[in-house]
């Protein structure tokens, strides 16, 4: 199976932030990753698939990057709205799987 | 406007059998993969299982906690998905929730539309 182990776990940080969030996979892939965010009662949102296509909808400020071991979503300025969990998932093989989540809390 | 509602979630014994569904509108559901997830109180999100389109013969795919216990179906003509889950541990007290996988590419992703979740509570 594939192990992504997100960093960091948590971070404080201010609106107009510029953050970045790592995703590395236990063995390298291509580009088969996608990023959620979750707010707190409610269900994950695509925000990002292929590793960095933005889902439709989905603000400018979000941007991924990355292949093989080491992905990235980067938050060009933070915005109150974005406080919330990321998650990442790979689908380069089964099972998919998970990072176990970003937590972006106000710094 | 895509729309998944689950629904079927309840407190159930260790041991016990229950059934999820999700109802689906607003896109063609025949034509999407779809997958469930879920969320133990508190913690991240664990992939749970997949289900093919008719195109690819309706095969699954199962997290391996889950495998032999949990069987995934689909509904075309009544645009349904439903968890079948047998053996329940106390760990698989969770919310449930239903996405609809969409293809990109070479490659088919989850969750580009969720449900809102279900509650699933195991306990004696």
């Known amino acids: 199976d594939i192990q992504l182990t997100q960093s960091p776990s948590f971070l404080s940080a201010s609106v107009g932030d510029r953050v970045t969030i790592t995703c590395r996979a236990s063995?390298?892939?291509?580009?088969?990753l996608a990023w959620f965010q979750q707010k707190p009662g409610k269900a994950p949102k695509l925000l990002i698939y292929a590793a960095s296509t933005l889902q439709s909808g989905v603000p400018s400020r979000f941007s991924g990057s990355g292949s093989g071991t080491e992905f990235t979503l980067t938050i060009s300025s933070l915005q109150p709205e974005d406080f919330a969990t990321y998650y990442c998932q790979q689908l380069q093989s089964y099972p998919l799987t998970f990072g176990g989540g970003t937590k972006v809390e106000i710094k | 406007e895509v729309q998944l509602v689950e629904s079927g979630g309840d407190l159930v014994q260790p041991g016990g059998s229950l059934r999820l569904s999700c109802a689906a509108s607003g896109f063609t559901f025949s034509d999407h993969y779809m997958d469930w997830v879920r969320q133990a109180p508190g913690k991240g999100l664990e992939w749970v299982g997949r289900i093919r389109d008719k195109a690819h013969s309706y095969t699954t795919e199962y997290a391996a906690s889950v495998k032999g216990r949990f069987t995934i179906s689909r509904d075309d003509s009544r645009n349904s998905l439903s968890l079948q889950m047998n053996s329940l541990k106390t760990e698989d007290t969770a919310v449930y929730y239903c996405?609809?996988?969409?293809?990109?590419?070479?490659?088919?992703?989850?969750?580009?539309?969720w449900g809102q979740g279900t509650l699933v509570t195991v306990s004696s």
């Open positions: 063995q390298a892939f291509s580009i088969y």
């Open positions: 996405a609809r996988g969409f293809c990109y590419g070479d490659t088919c992703y989850a969750g580009g539309n």
